[in-house]
């Protein structure tokens, strides 16, 4: 694999309440979102990425659980806040299982075409109906099996809500690396002029 990982601090933040994992060891590669309001969001998403990585054993969305139960200790002891997770496990023969709980999405991008592996099921406009930190989730779970010369992407909706899916999908095709891809995603999401200027994270993976 070929992978790469960038996070930009958004305009209208004091700090990036964006994190992300990448675990050379595990195959394992995540984005996470943190809540601004209330506080300690950014802390929360720091924490899913470690707490993800040290309790990943095989079972991602196991790993979630887990990782959850931890965090939502750490909120009531007033220490975070609330964050997004998606997360990428590329296992053996290529199985890939991708889990997620908010609305940090993840695209595919096969044979000159791109798909939205994620859903919108914990979003409705902008209210976030769901989100790592809390006491009880729903862990929502796809698994496929990853092809040479795949691209996968996770982003936070700091990109993915300036750049179109036409458009994410030209960058991936034009600068074909991860690192060149990642770079060009966040310097054209910071192009776009919107009116909530968020972090900006992506992560990007290819198989060789």
């Known amino acids: 694999m070929q992978f790469f990982a960038l996070t930009k601090k958004g305009m209208d933040h004091e700090e990036n309440e964006d994190s ?23 802390e929360a ?20 659980y887990k990782a959850n139960t931890k965090i939502f200790k750490e909120r009531i002891k007033g220490k975070c806040g609330f964050t997004t997770l998606t997360a990428l496990h590329i296992g053996k023969n290529n199985k890939a299982q991708l889990c997620w709980v908010g609305d940090s999405p993840a695209f595919l991008v096969r044979e000159g075409k791109i798909e939205l592996l994620t859903g919108f099921e ?21 698994v496929f099996e990853a092809r040479e010369n795949d691209f996968m992407i996770l982003c936070t909706d700091g990109i993915s809500s300036v750049l179109s899916l036409k458009r994410i999908l030209f960058i991936v095709l034009t600068e074909k690396t991860p690192e060149k891809i990642c770079k060009a995603l966040v310097k054209e999401a910071e192009k776009k002029e919107s009116v909530y200027r968020d972090d900006k994270t992506a992560v990007v993976v290819k198989i060789t």
């Not at 992300?20 to 601004?36: R, Y």
């Not at 998403?45 to 979630?64: M, R, T, V, W, Y």
């Not at 902008?126 to 989100?131: D, H, P, T």
């Open 122 to 142: 914990d979003s409705y406009g902008n209210v976030l109906l769901q989100a790592i930190g809390e006491e009880s989730i729903n862990v929502h779970e796809r």
């Open 20 to 42: 992300f994992l990448i675990d050379t060891e595990k195959n394992l590669f995540a984005v996470a979102d943190g809540v601004s309001i209330p506080k300690g969001g950014g």
């Open 45 to 64: 998403a720091k924490l899913a990425c470690k707490f993800l990585s040290e309790n990943f054993h095989g079972d991602l969305k196991q790993a979630f």
